[in-house]
């Protein structure tokens, strides 16, 4: 079965620096979602990424899908505290016909002002 | 005008007890699902429906019993309580059986005492 990793699992920043959270797969990526889950609330999607060496921005938030499609990785950009929560990753597959997402443990991150 | 929603956001009990959790969904999608994310963070799916058809049954213990009474819904019942229970239940929902993004509920804190 599928496992993500992801590194480091937890991130403490500086307000105003960039970071890095990496997502690294055991086996092939046909399809990588990244969500941020907030302390109370549910999750929200953040990008979806399918091909390798893909590349999707959202306002600071930048994802990418190594040309192996084992790896993602989620850059932050000038980072904010509206920024802090849980980042996850999931894998996407199909079972029986149905689709089954696999989930890493989740990144937290912590900006400090 | 919530995507998903989930009832009720907290549930405290006591071990034993029966206890059901409901959740909508008003984005027309075919498909539902029911997570579970323990103490440690880890999101695992339990079950999938498709147009109210039990699609996906990840092994979860017979106590947990899903009912859809139409594509719109899907509740989740638990049995005999047990201290092992206690974790976040997410709801979802995607719109397809085989694939799209998985849009989440703010999920249901569940204390078993």
């Not at chain 1, 609330?41 to 084992?70: P, V």
């Not at chain 1, 199909?94 to 400090?112: D, E, M, S």
């Not at chain 2, 709801?91 to 059986?97: G, I």
Request: aromatic letters at 10%; a positive charge.
């Amino acid at each position: 079965s599928q496992e993500l990793e992801q590194s480091p699992q937890s991130l403490i920043v500086q307000e105003g620096k960039n970071l890095t959270i990496n997502c690294t797969s055991s086996k092939t990526l046909y399809g990588l979602y990244w969500y941020k889950q907030k302390y109370g609330e549910g999750l929200i999607f953040l990008m979806m990424l399918q091909k390798g060496g893909e590349e999707k921005s959202h306002e600071k938030i930048t994802a990418k899908l190594d040309e192996k499609k084992q790896q993602s990785s989620l850059h932050i950009t000038a980072s904010q505290p509206s920024h802090a929560g849980i980042y996850l990753c999931g894998a996407d597959g199909v079972v029986q016909g149905a689709q089954k997402l696999v989930f890493g443990q989740g990144t937290r991150l912590t900006i400090n002002p | 005008d919530t995507a998903v929603s989930q009832t009720p956001k907290y549930l405290v009990t006591q071990m034993g007890n029966d206890k059901s959790i409901k959740c909508e969904q008003n984005l027309g999608h075919d498909t539902m699902y029911w997570y579970k994310q323990d103490s440690k963070k880890f999101l695992k799916i339990m079950f999938s429906y498709n147009n109210k058809e039990l699609i996906i049954n990840e092994t979860v213990p017979n106590r947990f019993s899903p009912k859809s009474p139409d594509k719109a819904h899907l509740n989740l019942h638990i049995n005999s309580l047990e201290l092992g229970d206690s974790a976040v239940y997410f709801c979802a929902s995607s719109p397809f059986r085989s694939g799209g993004t998985q849009y989440f509920g703010p999920g249901t804190r569940l204390t078993v005492l």
